[in-house]
T-cell receptor, first 110, second 113 residues
Framework: RKEVEQDPGPFNVPEGATVAFNCTYSNSASQSFFWYRQDCRKEPKLLMSVYSSGNEDGRFTAQLNRASQYISLLIRDSKLSDSATYLCVVNQNQGGKLIFGQGTELSVKP | DGGITQSPKYLFRKEGQNVTLSCEQNLNHDAMYWYRQDPGQGLRLIYYSQIVNDFQKGDIAEGYSVSREKKESFPLTVTSAQKNPTAFYLC????????????FGSGTRLTVV
């Protein structure tokens, strides 16, 4: 089993749609969680951290379920500019190793 | 401004050559990482280092070597033993504790010619 697994993509949605990405992690001792965005041929950039209580940043909502070892990212009112690959990232505090999911590609169409 | 600098941006290697990719950070981060990304695929961990003079193999270390002689620097050598080195190489750094996310360099595209 992979340490971090994401929904296979690609997701093709119309502008204005709501889309959700899921991610599971295998190490129950993992301490911190993030969503990154990666544009084509660019480096990944931090989109948002994921907190146990859930957190929101504008149209983006991230949630963490430690019991199920599950992370989600919800994007509301999708924009063309949201088209990218979204990476789920887990930081294992024992050693601080950053583990990436394989990414989910999102394509928002007019 | 603090950040990670990778160089060169593009690199061409002949068959049988070793090449070294540079990664320098001024974020005072303890941990540094090297990832490889192939087209349409996620990031795969090559090597990581949590402190100076120590590093661990990631999932795909064969054909690669690293050193961590300084906190700021974590160069990656792609050796001739790496049979399929053409890829996008990304360096990142982070603090190992405290939940601080990783920061990436802009990457090096390596092509074997």
């Amino acid at each position: 089993r992979k340490e971090v697994e994401q929904d296979p993509g690609p997701f093709n949605v119309p502008e204005g749609a709501t889309v959700a990405f899921n991610c599971t992690y295998s190490n129950s001792a993992s301490q911190s969680f993030f969503w990154y965005r990666q544009d084509c041929r660019k480096e990944p950039k931090l989109l948002m951290s994921v907190y146990s209580s859930g957190n929101e940043d504008g149209r983006f909502t991230a949630q963490l379920n430690r019991a199920s070892q599950y992370i989600s990212l919800l994007i509301r009112d999708s924009k063309l500019s949201d088209s990218a690959t979204y990476l789920c990232v887990v930081n294992q505090n024992q050693g601080g190793k950053l583990i990436f999911g394989q990414g989910t590609e999102l394509s928002v169409k007019p | 401004d603090g950040g990670i600098t990778q160089s060169p941006k593009y690199l061409f290697r002949k068959e049988g050559q070793n090449v070294t990719l540079s990664c320098e950070q001024n974020l005072n981060h303890d941990a540094m990482y090297w990832y490889r990304q192939d087209p349409g695929q996620g990031l795969r961990l090559i090597y990581y280092s949590q402190i100076v003079n120590d590093f661990q193999k990631g999932d795909i270390a064969e054909g690669y070597s690293v050193s961590r002689e300084k906190k700021e620097s974590f160069p990656l050598t792609v050796t001739s033993a790496q049979k399929n080195p053409t890829a996008f190489y990304l360096c990142a750094s982070s603090m190992p504790h405290g939940g601080i996310p990783g920061t990436f360099g802009s990457g090096t595209r390596l092509t074997v010619v």
